[in-house]
């Protein structure tokens, strides 16, 4: 919200049936953002109530997103939860919605965010990763793919090592056995708990030949894993090691 | 009578010497003993006394000699770099090695060291390792002398035993809990912070605080602090993951120390975890956090839970 009102950006927010005082509401939610009651005020904020489906045909379309540009905002950007638009469409429709939004983000702009639960299976964050091609986030870390790999930003520890493995796991096997790059120039905080999500995670791939190549370490993330052994594990590369 | 380890083991052998005849004769038969091992041998000793040994006891493509100065800095930084060591190169290590520990005038810097002979046997029992300690009665004070008995299993017993068990040997757990082994208390000054954590997602907050705290109070690297901070996030996860939450943290800082006590009203932890390697599964966070700081004790908080302390320069 705060970088959507900083670009100039329309936003919009679905929620199910709340009142304003209920704290899950997002007028609750955004108490500590300056500018927000401003910006509902005057519509750049717009909540969407999740009745039916037509809160989502509204946001994520190509005339919603031309009409704010010719309003003057710079952009679209859109978020809700998963468990709200699971009120009102199944979860085949939704994904549906998830893959011909991601196709309108690549292509224009729009910008989303999909907030789902903690605690997926490897299946359906390998299906989420496919689908959300701009990286997958939690409140400490943001990992993004690429072509032949993925960077990690943020922190990793206790809190989410669980799903570094999961997202590592995800997305090692599909890229042909040669080399899978993980990019972690901006990832200040690595734990014992990480570096071991690391290993195991891509344990498989590596067994099957791949090549696990770690760049751009910070420093301290560096001594840890070099303390941990990760440079010394087979199939691992591990620059300046 | 035989020898009393085999060719492939660990042996931790204390040498006390009354004149310099006796070191170069001990000295002599061990570094003989290791090279019929097939061994590679390594001498230390003071950069004075270098000269002497050498030319004591010669020449050899498989022995080396080197100055305490140079691999004898930190107690426990040298253990966990000879952990390393072995545990990297060639299997089995077949590593031999004599000489003594740094001969210092302060009292905790003594006990720091009986504590590093005390620990050799826990942190690299499992490798094969000889090493041979020699101690000097004539400049050691009595004191390091019943320390070097209660930390090493066998006495340098010259041919053709080499070696015999000690009666005054003291298994590493209770010799931690011996005066000798100085183990400091908590700091008796108030903490210069507190902190409770009582959920992983509080981890990353608290990394933070304790880090711009150390920052402020302290005059210590940013390296330093972004160990010791590293170090006590595994200690703050053992205690919400295997002991029981909330965990307490407190911070002491002065210029040149930090001292961070990290505590949980869970089961206790066996004070020797993370000196093994390779480290058991749930051993792994302790094992890490020994080798990012200066030293680390595990010990009982005063409501039968644990506190570790943990201490950064």
């Known amino acids: ?241 | 009578m035989t020898d009393q380890v085999a060719e492939c083991g660990f042996s931790h052998d204390l040498l006390v010497h009354d004149d310099d005849g006796q070191l170069i004769a001990g000295t002599r038969a061990f570094v003989a003993e290791g090279l019929r091992a097939g061994g590679h041998v390594l001498v230390h000793t003071t950069r004075d006394r270098l000269p002497m040994l050498r030319e004591a006891v010669g020449e050899h493509p498989q022995v080396e000699y080197a100055y305490d100065e140079d691999l004898y800095v930190d107690p426990m930084r040298t253990l966990f770099a000879y952990q390393r060591g072995l545990a990297q190169g060639p299997q089995p290590a077949r590593m031999w090695v004599t000489g003594t520990v740094p001969l210092v005038a302060d009292a905790a810097a003594r006990a720091s060291w009986a504590r590093y002979e005390c620990l050799v046997n826990e942190a690299l029992g499992a490798f094969d390792l000889h090493a041979l300690c020699t101690y000097d009665s004539r400049t050691v004070p009595e004191s390091t002398l019943a320390a070097a008995r209660a930390t090493h299993p066998t006495r340098a017993a010259g041919t053709p035993a080499m070696r015999t068990p000690s009666a005054d040997f003291v298994e590493p757990v209770d010799f931690l809990d011996h005066p000798l082994a100085g183990i400091p208390d908590r700091p008796a000054a108030p903490p210069t912070l507190t902190m409770e954590v009582t959920h992983r997602d509080g981890l990353a907050r608290t990394r933070h605080l304790l880090a711009a705290e150390a920052r402020r109070a302290s005059a210590l690297s940013g390296t330093a602090i972004a160990d010791l901070v590293t170090a006590v996030n595994e200690l703050v996860t053992n205690g919400l993951v295997h002991g029981r939450p909330p965990v307490r943290v407190a911070l002491w800082a002065v210029p040149a120390a930090l001292t961070c006590e990290v505590t949980d009203a869970g089961a206790g932890l066996d004070p020797m975890t993370g000196f093994r390697h390779p480290p058991a599964a749930g051993s792994r966070g302790l094992w890490m956090a020994r080798q990012l700081v200066e030293d680390l004790f595990v010990g009982k908080a005063p409501d039968g839970g644990t506190a570790v302390l943990v201490v950064q320069r």
């Open chain 1, 1 to 241: 919200m705060r970088r959507g009102l900083d670009v100039h950006a329309q936003i919009y927010y679905t929620q199910p049936p709340l009142p304003d005082s209920d704290e899950r509401s997002l007028v609750r939610l955004l108490d500590d953002v300056p500018g927000a009651d401003a910006a509902l005020q005057r519509g750049q904020i717009e909540v969407l109530t999740a009745q039916d489906r037509s809160a989502y045909h509204l946001a994520g379309s190509g005339a919603a997103i031309d009409a704010a540009l010719q309003a003057g905002y710079s952009s679209v950007r859109w978020s809700g939860e998963f468990e709200t638009a699971l009120s009102v469409m199944s979860p085949e429709e939704h994904d549906d919605l998830e893959q011909v939004t991601d196709t309108l983000c690549r292509a224009s702009a729009l910008d989303v965010l999909c907030q789902y639960r903690a605690g997926r299976s490897t299946s359906v964050l390998r299906h989420l990763t496919d689908v959300h091609r701009d990286g997958v986030r939690d409140t400490l870390f943001h990992a993004t793919p690429f072509t032949g790999g993925m960077a990690l930003a943020g922190e990793v520890d206790a809190s989410n090592s669980g799903l570094l493995h999961a997202l590592l796991a995800a997305s090692t096997p599909r890229t042909a056995p040669t080399t899978f790059r993980l990019d972690l120039r901006d990832l200040g905080f690595l734990d014992v708990g990480g570096a071991r999500a690391v290993l195991d995670a891509t344990a498989p791939y590596r067994a099957a030949g791949g090549t696990l190549q770690l760049q751009a370490l910070q420093p301290l993330v560096e001594r840890v894993c070099r303390v941990f052994g990760v440079n010394r594990a087979s199939g691992v590369h591990m620059e300046g090691s």
